[in-house]
């Protein structure tokens, strides 16, 4: 079937460590984009990605990096720079010029100790 | 002018009632709105969309009511279920974009 693969479910971290939430997709897109969501403030962007070794900040990037080596593949890595890593993040994919319908992978919860 | 502006945050109703969630925006080239429904621990599904060139769109029990005129568009989710309970995201996006701008979310209770 395909879908987009996130890796751990649930991840827990100590301050100061930094973290890399994994994102496979096996839909063959193009695009690809890491959301944070936390309650009561929707889903916010964090990085996107249009095609392969390339990528641009979203809202909120500051303390996240990431890279676009393959297609499938899109790591996110939470860095000790991030002062409120504590979330829920959501890895998607589009066709590339259908940014309105995002598939959704089913999450990283990441819990700072 | 690139927000979109969500209420309310929580719904409970009862099964059989009415479900309506709300969304306004400000930036007039926002040309696709589509809703995406998100189940407990899962990520967001798209659930029905709608571009502005209609007033409105049904899919079963859900429907789209769009008003250009006041930049606003909402959900109407017919004879509620237990299973209708989620957390809708409102979005909004225009042709050419790179990105969604999501709503803050309705956490949506079906009360049995």
């Known amino acids: 079937d395909g879908g987009i693969t996130q890796s751990p479910k649930y991840l827990f971290r100590k301050e100061g460590q930094n973290v890399t939430l994994s994102c496979e997709q096996n839909l063959n897109h193009d695009a690809m984009y890491w959301y944070r969501q936390d309650p009561g403030q929707g889903l916010r962007l964090i990085y996107y990605s249009q095609i392969v070794n390339d990528f641009q900040k979203g809202d909120i990037a500051e303390g996240y990096s990431v890279s676009r080596e393959k297609k499938e593949s899109f790591p996110l890595t939470v860095t000790s720079a991030q002062k409120n890593p504590t979330a829920f993040y959501l890895c998607?994919?589009?066709?590339?010029?259908?940014?309105?319908?995002?598939?959704f992978g089913e999450g990283s919860r990441l819990t700072v100790l | 002018q690139q927000q979109v502006k969500q209420s309310p945050q929580s719904l409970i109703v009862q099964k059989g009632g009415i479900s309506i969630i709300n969304c306004a925006y400000e930036n007039t080239a926002f040309d696709y709105f589509p809703w995406y429904q998100q189940f407990p621990g899962k990520g967001p599904a798209l659930l029905i969309a709608i571009r502005p060139d209609v007033s409105e769109k049904k899919e079963g029990r859900f429907t789209i009511s769009f008003n250009k005129s006041a930049k606003q568009f909402s959900l109407h989710i017919m004879d509620s279920q237990p299973g209708d309970s989620a957390t809708y995201f409102c979005a909004a996006t225009f042709s050419g974009a790179q990105k969604l701008v999501f709503g803050q979310g309705t956490r949506l209770t079906i009360n049995p």
């Open positions: 998607a994919s589009s066709i590339t010029g259908v940014t309105g319908e995002l598939f």
